[in-house]
T-cell receptor, first 114, second 114 residues
């Protein structure tokens, strides 16, 4: 069974640009969540999706957005990039239902903003 | 935002020794999970303990949970060099509204010397 796939793995952008990151969950998983990891702030929750609906959103500005498609694949978008957006962005998938159980993480998309 | 603190922030031991990491959290939880991360890669789920459980074992791992103190500990017995990684605790809020939202601690960097 294939794991969680994130693309692209690495990308470099300049300030003011926008970026779209993609996540394909494990087959059969309907929950997808996104996290930002930086040396200073650690692992921070961005948002979670279940059945194409955003269920929770973390404390991030509106420049950060996401969506989930009917096949459970998810994308997140960051507009008007700032230097502080440089981070490892991790996607995770899980089985259906509330009360999060074990999550399966992808290898991440490492974004560098110059 | 981070749920709480993990200590120690870094732990260095010899192969064969036991490693103990502690985690504190702030809110009422449904469950607490431990994850491992190798060198900025994706996270790997290790073990999950529910709020009504006090102790759980999985192979060389032993997790305890004290909800009155809002704390947990992870014990890795007979450590190996391959256990070298960062270890994170993560909590799921009580209330049944989380589908993929984890609140992570700051993590403990474990180094096991051969």
């Amino acid at each position: 069974k294939a794991g969680v796939t994130q693309t692209p793995r690495y990308l470099i952008k300049t300030r003011g640009q926008q970026v779209t990151l993609s996540c394909s969950p494990i087959s059969g998983h309907r929950s997808v969540s996104w996290y930002q990891q930086t040396p200073g702030q650690g692992l921070q929750f961005l948002f979670e999706y279940f059945s194409e609906t955003q269920r929770n959103k973390g404390n991030f500005p509106g420049r950060f957005s996401g969506r989930q498609f009917s096949n459970s694949r998810s994308e997140m978008n960051v507009s008007t990039l700032e230097l502080g957006d440089s981070a490892l962005y991790l996607c995770a998938s899980g089985l259906a239902g509330p009360n999060t159980g074990e999550l399966f993480f992808g290898e991440g998309s490492r974004l560098t903003v110059l | 935002s981070q749920q709480g603190e993990e200590d120690p922030q870094a732990l260095s031991i010899q192969e064969g020794e036991n490693a103990t990491m502690n985690c504190s959290y702030k809110t009422s939880i449904n469950n607490l999970q431990w994850y491992r991360q190798n060198s900025g890669r994706g996270l790997v789920h290790l073990i999950l303990i529910r709020s009504n459980e006090r102790e759980k074992h999985s192979g060389r791992l032993r997790v305890t949970l004290d909800t009155s103190k809002k704390s947990s500990s992870l014990l890795i017995t007979a450590s190996r060099a391959a256990d070298t990684a960062s270890y994170f605790c993560a909590t799921v809020d009580a209330g049944g509204t989380s589908y993929g939202k984890l609140t992570f601690g700051q993590g403990t960097i474990l180094t096991v010397h051969p």
